[in-house]
């Protein structure tokens, strides 16, 4: 079985920064792909932002320049700083890996953590 748990959430103020944690652990060979996601009230989850084994990233329009992804393999954990936060970014935020054990890949999601942003 394999667990992610997030941590980082909160209340954050308009220009301020923030930055999510999110951590596997469990039967694990690889994991190849870590990204962030987030859900909004009333509105559909979306991608943040993601990150390869290799390195490789890709951003969402409206976070380009705000945001930064970047792995720890030895850690198996994924960050996300968040700078000049907006209202707009007001959300739960979900990790999401693509780890692979044995000949298997699957997808695991964290549980979720609350980012507000607001003065």
């Known amino acids: 079985q394999v667990q992610l748990v997030e941590s980082g959430g909160g209340l954050v103020q308009p220009g301020g920064s923030l930055r999510l944690s999110c951590a596997a652990s469990?039967?694990?060979?690889?994991?190849?792909?870590m990204g962030w996601y987030r859900q909004a009230p009333g509105k559909q989850r979306e991608l943040v932002a993601r990150?390869?084994?290799?390195?490789?990233?890709n951003y969402a329009d409206s976070v380009k320049g705000r945001c930064t992804i970047s792995r720890d393999n030895a850690k198996r954990t994924v960050y996300l700083q968040i700078d000049s936060p907006k209202p707009e970014d007001t959300a739960v935020y979900y990790c999401n890996f693509l780890i692979q054990y044995r000949w298997k890949e699957s997808i695991y999601w964290g549980q979720g953590t609350q980012v507000t942003v607001s003065s």
């Open positions: 469990g039967s694990i060979f690889s994991i190849n792909v």
């Open positions: 990150i390869t084994r290799n390195g490789t990233t």
